[in-house]
């Protein structure tokens, strides 16, 4: 699950628009923000302005990005935990 190789953080993603430039940008910026829930405000062309608030669900849990690695989706952390819990 885990890969050690550098060159595979190099993805290039296929539905990513030439448009976007993240030169400069830093990952993980808003990622404490968004855990306590974000707002998003559109701007639209005809300068109407719609702002909406997320909060994350009850029961939601965010899964750090370097366990991430390892546990890439819920059915391989629900199995790690219950392992876990058979170990206790």
Request: glycine share 6%; no cysteine; aromatic share 8%.
């Given at each position: 699950?885990?890969?050690?190789?550098?060159?595979?953080?190099?993805?290039?993603?296929?539905?990513?628009?030439?448009?976007?430039?993240?030169t400069?940008?830093?990952?993980g910026?808003h990622y404490q923000?968004?855990?306590?829930?974000?707002?998003?405000?559109?701007?639209?062309?005809?300068?109407?302005?719609?702002?909406?608030?997320y909060d994350?669900?009850e029961g939601?849990?965010?899964?750090?990005?370097?366990?991430r690695?390892?546990?890439?989706?819920a059915?391989?952390?629900n199995?790690?935990l219950?392992?876990l819990?058979?170990l206790?």
């Amino acid at each position: 699950m885990h890969n050690n190789n550098p060159e595979s953080n190099n993805i290039i993603d296929e539905d990513m628009l030439p448009e976007y430039n993240f030169t400069g940008g830093i990952r993980g910026k808003h990622y404490q923000d968004y855990r306590r829930g974000h707002t998003v405000t559109i701007h639209q062309e005809d300068g109407t302005i719609i702002v909406q608030h997320y909060d994350l669900k009850e029961g939601t849990i965010i899964i750090d990005p370097d366990i991430r690695d390892y546990f890439p989706d819920a059915e391989s952390v629900n199995h790690a935990l219950r392992t876990l819990i058979k170990l206790i």
